[in-house]
T-cell receptor, first 112, second 113 residues
Framework: SQQGEEDPQALSIQEGENATMNCSYKTSINNLQWYRQNSGRGLVHLILIRSNEREKHSGRLRVTLDTSKKSSSLLITASRAADTASYFCATEGDSGYSTLTFGKGTMLLVSP | NAGVTQTPKFQVLKTGQSMTLQCAQDMNHEYMSWYRQDPGMGLRLIHYSVGAGITDQGEVPNGYNVSRSTTEDFPLRLLSAAPSQTSVYFC????????????FGSGTRLTVV
């Protein structure tokens, strides 16, 4: 079954604005990862946050993790048209074997 | 360039036919996995492998078979294609031990008619 749910399902903003996407999950995790998928392409790894971390930054990306609420958020600052894509959160469990469980994704449209 | 290579990119099968989706990585990653992506469903795990000779089932394994004879290759076999297997298939790999980002292939778009 799907581990997580992203919110919102779709987000439309103007260039220069910030975009925030949320992810909730159900079970205990080792880490949570965010991926980007451009239309018709494979997924690209953006950022990973471990279960003992609360916040992480990478360029224009900021990820937070609240394990007590089983939720995470991805903030993209100063969005560009090139950020238009689908964004997925994925959790890696703490069972010892490495597999990812994905949410259904957020479609982000950034208009010039 | 280093990465995960999937072939073919597109395939049309008739119901009942079999085929193999190829996946190869040149990063010496121990962990490899297959996902399928359907509209509105995100990605679901089909099978995965934690090393040569070791495979296990994911969330949706029925109708698929895998083997891992080398570290580099992880083919996915459709035994008898069904329309419900129409999907986009992604292969991914990562380093042993978990806690690392995955590298994904560009996908195989499969249509079963």
């Amino acid at each position: 079954s799907q581990q997580g749910e992203e919110d919102p399902q779709a987000l439309s903003i103007q260039e220069g604005e910030n975009a925030t996407m949320n992810c909730s999950y159900k079970t205990s995790i080792n880490n949570l990862q965010w991926y980007r998928q451009n239309s018709g392409r494979g997924l690209v790894h953006l950022i990973l946050i471990r279960s003992n971390e609360r916040e992480k930054h990478s360029g224009r990306l900021r990820v937070t993790l609240d394990t007590s609420k089983k939720s995470s958020s991805l903030l993209i600052t100063a969005s560009r048209a090139a950020d238009t894509a689908s964004y997925f959160c994925a959790t890696e469990g703490d069972s010892g074997y490495s597999t990812l469980t994905f949410g259904k994704g957020t479609m982000l449209l950034v208009s010039p | 360039n280093a990465g995960v290579t999937q072939t073919p990119k597109f395939q049309v099968l008739k119901t009942g036919q079999s085929m193999t989706l190829q996946c190869a990585q040149d990063m010496n990653h121990e962990y490899m996995s297959w996902y399928r992506q359907d509209p509105g469903m995100g990605l679901r795990l089909i099978h995965y492998s934690v090393g040569a000779g070791i495979t296990d089932q994911g969330e949706v394994p029925n109708g698929y078979n895998v083997s891992r004879s080398t570290t580099e290759d992880f083919p996915l076999r459709l035994l008898s294609a069904a329309p419900s297997q129409t999907s986009v298939y992604f292969c991914a790999s990562t380093q042993q031990g978990g806690g690392y980002g995955y590298t994904f292939g560009s996908g195989t778009r499969l249509t079963v008619v």
